[in-house]
């Protein structure tokens, strides 16, 4: 059972880590010139945020 709960934990990582990369990416690509810093800062949280929610996953796993 205990195999389970790390195969949950490493799936969560993955997609957390995913996420938070791409959201990262996508605060430096170019948008519409009246949304660009709004799209940039949002993009920036959730790029942050999904990274740290990444690393605290990698520490579940340990």
Known sequence: MGEWVTALVFGLFLVAFTLGTSSLIMAFLPAKQEE????????GFFGVA???LSLVFVYALM
């Open 36 to 43: 660009v810093v709004r799209s940039q800062v949002e993009y």
């Open 50 to 52: 999904g990274l740290v």
